[in-house]
């Protein structure tokens, strides 16, 4: 029953029949395709409308040949999501590409999103110069091997937690041939004394609770140190978090220049995923 990679069919008619005009739309934008593997959202589709959907983006679409959906949230502290099989190749095991780059990962076992390929572009750029570059909360180390790629001579420090995640991005590393990122398998908060002064540039994409970690980027940034911060945040509430970066920064005797915000992505009706840019001065 698994569909061959190369070989596309319209089920558009099917698919019509089954989940009404509507859903059309909603098929071909609404789920996360991560190279062979699509990860559909299954509220309020029975097991029957879940399959035909699956057999529409594996016919229409070449290089996906597994359907997954969706078993839960993101949760816990590996910011991890419930998946189950739904139709295609029985697999888990992602191969993305991103910008060159090249990925193999367990969907099961780490965060990986497929929305954040700008952000980690963008950031790769700017990162062109940086001698020294932290990633906290690297997952399997896409924005540091963005970074790396780019930036050969600079050396990314990039720190995670999940074990599982750290021992794919060294072979993420390998396969993208840039050692000079330096995998480190921690907790953020645990480093403190190890890379103090150390960043030209600090990546937080930890939106859930970056902001409780705003000590550790004081710590490890140089004078004249960008932080790129992740946050949730409800729709209006944008002033709110950068009075809360400033209000850092009073109390630790350092001063932050807000140079640019972007709203990366919808995450909820009410919230947003919202990243900010700031330069930190310390005194000399
Ligand atoms: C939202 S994911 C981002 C992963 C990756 N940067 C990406 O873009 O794919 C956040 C990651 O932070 C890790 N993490 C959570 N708390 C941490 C901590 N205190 N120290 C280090 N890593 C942490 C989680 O395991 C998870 O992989």
Redesign the pocket.
């Known amino acids: 029953m698994g569909a061959k990679p190369g070989k596309t069919r319209d089920y558009t008619g099917e698919l019509k029949r089954a989940l009404g005009e509507d859903a059309l739309h909603s098929v071909d934008t609404g789920y996360d395709h991560l190279g062979n593997i699509a990860v559909i959202d299954p509220t309020g589709m029975t097991r029957a409308q879940e399959k035909i959907l699956a057999r529409h983006i594996i016919g229409s679409n070449r290089t996906i040949t597994t359907v997954l959906a969706k078993g839960g949230p993101v949760e816990g ?3 991890v999501r419930k998946v189950r099989y739904v139709f295609g190749k029985r697999t888990s095991i992602a191969r993305y590409r991103e910008h060159g780059c090249t990925y193999d990962f367990d969907v099961r076992k ?4 497929a929305r ?1 390929a700008y952000e ?1 572009a963008r950031i790769a750029e700017l990162a062109k110069q940086d001698k020294h570059v932290v ?6 180390g ?2 540091a091997i963005q970074i790396a790629k780019r930036n050969k001579s600079a050396k990314i420090v990039a ?4 074990r599982y ?1 750290c021992r794919q991005m060294r072979e993420e590393i390998r396969l993208n041939k840039t050692p000079n990122v330096v995998p480190v398998q ?4 645990k480093m403190r004394g190890k890379y103090d002064n150390f960043a030209d540039r600090i990546v937080m ?3 859930k ?1 970056s902001t409780s ?1 705003l000590d550790e980027a004081c710590e490890m940034a140089r004078n004249g140190c960008v932080v790129h911060l992740y946050s949730f945040i409800n729709l209006d509430a944008l002033q709110l978090l950068i009075d809360g970066i400033k209000d850092h920064a009073k109390h630790n005797s350092y001063s932050v220049k807000v140079l640019f915000t972007r709203t990366v992505r919808n995450y909820s009706a009410k919230e947003i995923e919202i990243v900010v840019d700031y330069k930190i001065s310390k005194p000399r």
Do not use: D, H, Q, W
């Open positions: 502290i590996y910011r780490t965060f990986f999103s954040l980690r990633v906290m909360f690297a997952g399997i896409p924005f720190i995670e937690l999940n995640a921690g907790n953020v908060k994409p930890l939106p609770t970690f």
